[in-house]
């Protein structure tokens, strides 16, 4: 199938690609650009009314943009050229909010699945901001000798760009291990940890379970099982399983259900609501917990309320209780 055939580009998508080429053509320009330069370039084959109404309206949406352009000349060449005072300097921001806009820039890329090589980019935010919405992510360590456990993550990413299964034997935290014939669907890093997410199948590739999350280092063997091939299905998506940072730790599981405040960060928002389910309260949710004191700080640190259980509730009151105990005494 050829590129014609398999792409096509919207209206609006047309429409952007206009505006975002005459805004670097005034600024490549770097001077006041004749509007007779500007109509033939982007109106050439328009009337002169039309072209003077394109103009303008490609003038309008930058403005919204924040890109104000301003006219110049007489009446007989009149010309545009980008207002440089509207725009705001970088070097006017202090550097923490420079580095947090960049931050929140490339999250914005991890939205979709179309970017190439997300999981690069989500370790490198992890490295930048600790407290990182898109996964808490830490590579850890690299070892200057592969070790069993980093072949046994080779086999599973080889398996996963070309779909075929592996035969694994798997230790869980009650250290009883399985032998199961996994589908590798995605990997992440956190918690100083990988995660594989995959399904396990039959012999004869059919899905047994649904996707799962495993811990790399609690495989104890990997075998390459190229006679069994599999699809990924259409409606995974690998940040249905990014765990939020109290979903690690050394508790035993249990459900606490929170209510989002206002002033809930946006950024977490999406992230939150994949792994939890909705309450029986008007905005209430639900959600598993391994690690308590995480996540009390995770509630306090975000805007969440906690409404259940009570005794999580209670434990949630004492720590804001000493946070503002002590954010008074240092005034």
């Keep these: 199938m050829s590129l014609t055939n398999s792409f096509t580009i919207s209206a609006d998508e047309s429409g952007a690609r206009e505006l975002v080429s005459f805004i670097l053509f005034l600024f ?31 003038c309008k949406r930058a403005s919204a943009l924040g890109v104000s352009i301003k006219k110049t000349g007489n009446s007989t060449q009149t010309a545009l050229v980008i207002d440089t005072a509207s725009l705001y300097s970088l070097d006017d921001l ?16 991890l939205d979709t699945n179309a970017l190439p090589y997300q999981n690069d980019l989500r370790i490198a935010l992890a490295k ?25 993550f080779e086999v599973f990413l080889d398996a996963l760009e070309k779909h075929y299964a592996i035969n694994a034997w798997y230790t869980d935290p009650a250290f009883s291990t399985t032998n199961r014939l996994l589908a590798p669907l ?6 100083d940890s990988k995660y594989i997410v995959a399904m396990t199948l039959d012999e004869a590739g059919g899905t047994i379970s649904q996707p799962k999350t495993f811990r790399v280092d609690r495989f104890d063997r990997a075998q390459a099982r190229k006679d069994v091939s599999f699809t ?11 765990l ?3 979903e690690f730790g050394p508790d035993k599981p249990f459900t606490i259900t929170v209510e989002l405040l206002d002033n809930f960060p946006p950024a977490l928002r999406q992230r939150f609501m994949r792994r939890a389910s909705e309450g029986r309260e008007t905005n209430t949710w639900t959600i598993s917990v391994r690690d308590q004191l995480k996540a009390i700080s995770w509630c306090i640190a975000n805007n969440v309320l906690p409404k259940a259980p009570q005794d999580f509730v209670a434990l949630w009151k004492e720590s804001l209780a000493r946070g503002v105990s002590l954010y008074g005494n240092e005034q």
Aim: hydrophobic share 35%; net charge negative.
């Design 232 to 242: 990924v299905p259409d409606t995974f998506d690998i940040r249905d399983f990014y």
């Design 244 to 246: 939020l940072p109290f």
């Design 94 to 109: 202090p550097p923490e909010e420079l580095l947090l806009g960049t931050i929140r820039t490339c999250e914005a890329l």
């Design 186 to 191: 995605g990997y992440f890093f956190a918690n």
């Design 28 to 58: 490549e320009a770097q001077k006041p650009v004749l509007l007779s330069t500007l109509k033939d370039v982007f109106c050439a084959e328009k009337s002169p009314d039309a072209a003077r109404k394109t103009l303008s309206r490609l």
């Design 128 to 152: 930048l901001d600790p407290n990182f919405a898109g996964t808490e992510i830490n590579e850890g360590p690299k070892s200057p000798c592969p070790s069993e456990k980093s072949r046994i």
